[in-house]
């Protein structure tokens, strides 16, 4: 299996623009989850879906942040406007039973 | 308070040292707890779960004390390669949205040294 996958990589934008992270889980998990990491807030789980519909969207900061699942293998998360305060680390990860949460390799946004 | 707490470190100790981590957590209710691993610029992946009579998986020791509301990981033997971060996770039933998360510390940092 490949793992979750998420595009891109990287992302350099100025403040202001639209940002769109992708992730594609791992086949057959039925939760997913975004998460945004920063060295002043570590950790920090956005939003999560199981089996694409959203459940909890409290941790999304502002109304700037979106995110859709329209199918099991594919979910975005959007941001528009960004602002410099967004730069973070963007996870995504896939969860089949209660103990094996799989994350991406993250993209890491910069907005200057 | 954080609702999951760490000691940030970080932890400088030799190849071959024992070395321990304490976490605590906030909320009385939490019902699962985990170790994670983060590598510098990687993402976090599952060490271990950490069971209410301890466990163990190679040189790796994880226990849980539900009065006292702590989890600890005991690395024996260190070696070159355990060099990472490590997060406490701990899965509750928000009390604001009565849903259940998994809650991340911030973690500890482990630099073993030649």
């Known amino acids: 299996d490949a793992g979750v996958i998420q595009s891109p990589r990287h992302e350099v934008t100025e403040m202001g623009q639209e940002v769109t992270l992708r992730c594609k889980p791992i086949?057959?998990?039925?939760?997913l989850f975004w998460y945004r990491q920063t060295m002043m807030r570590g950790l920090e789980l956005l939003i999560y879906?199981?089996?694409?519909?959203?459940?909890?969207d409290s941790g999304m900061p502002e109304d700037r942040f979106s995110a859709k699942m329209p199918n099991a293998s594919f979910s975005t998360l959007k941001i528009q406007p960004s602002e410099p305060r967004d730069s973070a680390v963007y996870f995504c990860?896939?969860?089949?039973?209660?103990?094996?949460?799989?994350f991406g390799p993250g993209t890491r946004l910069t907005v200057l | 308070r954080k609702e999951v707490e760490q000691d940030p470190g970080p932890f400088n100790v030799p190849e071959g040292a024992t070395v321990a981590f304490n976490c605590t957590y906030s909320?009385?209710?939490?019902?699962?707890f985990f170790w994670y691993r983060q590598d510098c610029r990687k993402e976090p992946k599952l060490l271990m779960s950490?069971?209410?009579s301890g466990n163990e998986d190679g040189r790796f020791t994880a226990q849980l004390n539900r009065a006292s509301q702590y989890i600890s990981l005991l690395i024996r033997d260190s070696k070159l390669s355990d060099s990472a971060t490590y997060l406490c996770?701990?899965?509750?039933?928000?009390?604001?949205?009565?849903?259940?998360?998994?809650?991340f510390g911030s973690g500890t940092r482990l630099q073993v040294q030649p």
């Open positions: 990860a896939s969860r089949g039973d209660e103990n094996s949460q799989y």
């Open positions: 086949s057959g998990h039925d939760y």
């Open positions: 879906f199981n089996n694409n519909v959203p459940i909890d």
């Open positions: 909320n009385s209710a939490s019902q699962s």
């Open positions: 950490v069971y209410s």
């Open positions: 996770v701990v899965n509750f039933r928000r009390l604001d949205t009565g849903r259940r998360a998994l809650t």
